[in-house]
């Protein structure tokens, strides 16, 4: 087990009770509306308030347990934890801020690996400089380091990326993605950006009034009330995870399989057996109630329908896979005369399967 939180707290007007449990490595996204208790909860974890009830577990080791009075000083819980702002030293380098934690961590980072951190976050470069000379997205990778470098067992995001511009976001989402994917370490990422919690979490525990009301993988969640409206209004497709079977160089595509289902996607998506996230824009597929015969388009899916709703139809594609969402109006419902237990062929063509894509 990684990370076990079972907490209750009261401040204000809130009347927090969290129950989180992380036991794989990776991003879990921390979701909710503002004022949700996010924050708090990083907060709780990091030593930074004291629960009222409770027990919180790191790695096996006890943070804070109520009924043993136990509630350990922050600096030695180990935990890594990157605001909003970067919260650099003003008067001290670069170099300075990024060994600040490495010097007074309990388990230092050996200094080969401190180099890995700083060449995977591009700060070779920058070492010298003092904070008021960089850029913001710039500061939130010195923050990154600082926190690697203090060598934690969770790393604590809290909307890391929210005071950046657009395209300063853009720029350090690939640094995130490659903590993630080439760190063992996992984090805890408060975000209200549910982008970014498609292309970077693996994991997703929901908040709202102060409770944890449900945590899984991104991909079991997608469909749950609270994310599903969203998905919609950012339109954001169906996500699957799967691993790269094979790419073909004559045809520029990559055969992937998600849990019994093959897609062909346009690109090179790494090596057999790579892991990644496949964003299928299942709301623009093409529905008949025939098999389309000889088509151009590379992905299809047959299936029967389970069920009807205002604005999307279930389908059951095989026994052993769970069943499938596909947005379509009740209009359309009607147009095609659907009903339920009728097999209906679903085809999306591969270059629609590229176009939202990330390694998870
Ligand atoms: N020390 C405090 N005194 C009074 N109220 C507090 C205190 N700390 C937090 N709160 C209240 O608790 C609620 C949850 O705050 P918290 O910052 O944890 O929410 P959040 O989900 O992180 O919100 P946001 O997404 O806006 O950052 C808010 O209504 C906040 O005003």
């Excluded at 009075?69 to 650099?88: M, T, W």
């Excluded at 380098?93 to 388990?107: C, D, E, F, T």
């Excluded at 960089?134 to 604590?156: C, F, H, M, T, Y």
Aim: glycine share 6%.
């Amino acid at each position: 087990m990684t990370l076990h939180v079972d907490i209750q707290y009261a401040v204000g007007h809130l009347s927090l009770s969290a129950q989180i449990q992380i036991e794989q490595p990776g991003i879990t996204a921390l979701f909710g509306p503002s004022g949700s208790g996010k924050t708090t909860v990083m907060n709780a974890i990091a030593g930074l308030i004291r629960p009222s009830k409770g027990d919180i577990q790191l790695q096996g080791r006890d943070l804070f347990n109520h009924r043993r009075h136990l509630h350990l000083p922050a600096h030695q819980r180990r935990i890594g934890y990157v605001f909003q702002e970067a919260r650099l030293f003003p008067h001290l380098s670069v170099k300075k801020n990024l060994y600040y934690g490495h010097h007074r961590s309990l388990a230092p980072l050996a200094q080969a690996q401190c180099q890995q951190v700083i060449a995977l976050l591009g700060l070779e470069h920058l070492m010298e400089r003092p904070p008021r000379h960089l850029s913001g997205g710039e500061k939130q990778r010195v923050a990154l380091g600082r926190a690697l470098l203090s060598n934690p067992d969770i790393l604590l995001l809290d909307e890391p990326l929210s005071a950046l511009d657009p395209s300063r976001k853009h720029d350090i989402l690939p640094y995130l993605e490659r903590i993630r994917d080439e760190h063992q370490i996992p984090m805890l990422y408060v975000s209200h950006a549910l982008e970014e919690v498609t292309r970077l979490a693996n994991h997703i525990v929901l908040m709202a009034d102060g409770q944890t009301h449900a945590q899984g993988t991104v991909e079991a969640l997608q469909d749950h009330p609270t994310l599903a409206p969203l998905k919609h209004q950012l339109d954001i497709g169906t996500l699957f995870s799967g691993t790269v079977q094979h790419y073909d160089p004559v045809t520029d595509l990559t055969c992937v399989e998600t849990k019994g289902l093959q897609w062909h996607i346009n690109g090179n998506y790494g090596p057999t057996g790579q892991a990644v996230r496949l964003e299928v824009p299942l709301q623009y597929a093409t529905l008949s109630t025939e098999p389309l015969g000889n088509t151009s388009t590379l992905n299809h899916l047959s299936g029967h329908i389970r069920q009807l709703d205002s604005c999307s139809i279930t389908l059951q594609i095989s026994e052993n896979l769970p069943p499938i969402n596909v947005p379509l109006p009740h209009y359309q419902q009607t147009l095609m005369a659907l009903t339920k237990n009728q097999r209906i062929f679903v085809s999306i063509p591969a270059i629609k399967v590229l176009s939202r894509m990330s390694r998870i």
